[in-house]
């Protein structure tokens, strides 16, 4: 079965230093991956996503993501936290075969909290 | 900027109800979903709509059904609400284009069934 996963419920990190958010995922096909963002009683917004080309991406609010391929992996990072970076956040892929239809296949999500 | 509109932000609905949640987007997109969020669930597929009066199930229909009688309005039914649909339900949209563009989220209907 295709899927994601988060393996950490929470990551704590400190102000100003690096962050990183982990995800793997088993998919058939080459994968399209995305990373979201809550915000406490808000929807998902989008940070970044990976379709194809340079491994590392670039997304909104200083986010990266780097794709490998050997492990599977898709992680979130962040050269400098900031307070303003604790929320919910969740890696998504699109599955294999969905078409045109955005299905997206989401993770558990991960809580990351930034200390000042 | 894409707005997907939900209707209510907190609802509380008593068991065997007939309950609708309403979503709405504004930028004339194919296709809207249904999604569950659950702590430590993540967000799990109820249903989406890939056309008007089309729909397909998701991973967890059970329970639910949905309408889209217009492009840009995607409902959710609960046909007779129970305690174990006690959940935050999101709404999202999406283009139907081969650039993976990503889904627009609503803020969420945090609904209680007492």
């Known amino acids: 079965a295709q899927s994601v996963a988060q393996p950490e419920d929470q990551v704590n990190v400190a102000e100003g230093n690096p962050l990183t958010v982990k995800c793997t995922y088993s998919?058939?096909?080459?994968?399209?991956l995305f990373w979201y963002v809550q915000y406490p009683n808000r929807g998902l917004q989008f940070l970044l996503k990976?379709?194809?080309?340079?491994?590392l991406v670039k997304g909104s609010y200083g986010f990266e993501a780097e794709f490998n391929k050997s492990q599977t992996s898709f992680h979130l990072k962040k050269p400098s936290a900031l307070v303003s970076d604790s929320a919910l956040y969740f890696c998504?892929?699109?599955?294999?075969?969905?078409?045109?239809?955005?299905?997206?296949?989401f993770g558990q999500g991960t809580t990351l909290q930034v200390k000042p | 900027d894409v707005k997907v509109t939900q209707s209510s932000r907190y609802l509380v609905k008593r068991t065997g109800e007939k309950v609708f949640l309403e979503c709405v987007q504004d930028?004339?997109?194919?296709?809207m979903f249904w999604y569950r969020q659950d702590p430590g669930l993540g967000l799990r597929l109820i249903y989406f709509?890939?056309?008007?009066?089309?729909?397909e199930k998701g991973d967890i229909p059970e329970g639910y059904s949905v309408s889209r009688e217009k492009k840009e309005r995607f409902s959710l039914i609960l046909e007779s609400a129970s305690t174990n649909q006690t959940s935050m339900y999101l709404c999202?949209?999406?283009?139907?284009?081969?650039?993976?563009?990503?889904?627009?989220f609503g803020n969420g209907t945090r609904l209680t069934v007492t």
């Open positions: 998919v058939s096909g080459n994968p399209y």
């Open positions: 930028m004339d997109h194919e296709n």
């Open positions: 709509s890939y056309d008007v009066k089309m729909k």
């Open positions: 999202a949209s999406g283009g139907a284009d081969e650039s993976n563009s990503p889904l627009h």
């Open positions: 998504a892929v699109r599955p294999y075969g969905s078409g045109n239809t955005g299905k997206l296949i």
């Open positions: 990976y379709i194809t080309g340079d491994n």
